[in-house]
Nanobody, 125 residues
Framework: VQLQASGGGLVQAGGSLRLSCAASGRTFSSSAMAWFRQAPGKEREFVAA???????YYADSVKGRFTTSRDNAKNTVYLQMNSLKPEDTAVYYC????????????????????WGQGTQVTVSS
């Protein structure tokens, strides 16, 4: 099973980027998928998640600016990032669970078994 994240890059503050996470080796249509990020010198943190139902959940720091979605036919998850800020600079990771994840633990790294390699997002001021 592989998760391939792409779409990162360098963007000015206020700009937008769209990250993609393409899965292969198994289907994730019945599983939760999530995005995490890790800034230099900081621990990895939850960004967004989407359940099999399509319900989405966000960290407070990105709510209203980021949107996650999924295309089950393509086995791909997206993270649309708007109004980017310098503090959004990090390596972004996509992650997949091997089953449906209950709401109480959907923000936990331990809920996800499969991880992508990460894609760098740099926001300049």
């Amino acid at each position: 099973v592989q998760l391939q994240a792409s779409g990162g890059g360098l963007v000015q503050a206020g700009g937008s980027l769209r990250l993609s996470c393409a899965a292969s080796g198994r289907t994730f249509s019945s599983s939760a998928m999530a995005w995490f990020r890790q800034a230099p010198g900081k621990e990895r943190e939850f960004v967004a998640a989407i359940r099999w139902s399509g319900n989405t959940y966000y960290a407070d720091s990105v709510k209203g600016r980021f949107t996650t979605s999924r295309d089950n036919a393509k086995n791909t998850v997206y993270l649309q990032m708007n109004s980017l800020k310098p503090e959004d600079t990090a390596v972004y990771y996509c992650a997949g669970a091997d089953h449906a994840v209950i709401l109480s633990v959907i923000r936990r790294e331990s809920s996800y078994v499969y991880w992508g390699q990460g894609t760098q997002v740099t926001v300049s001021s």
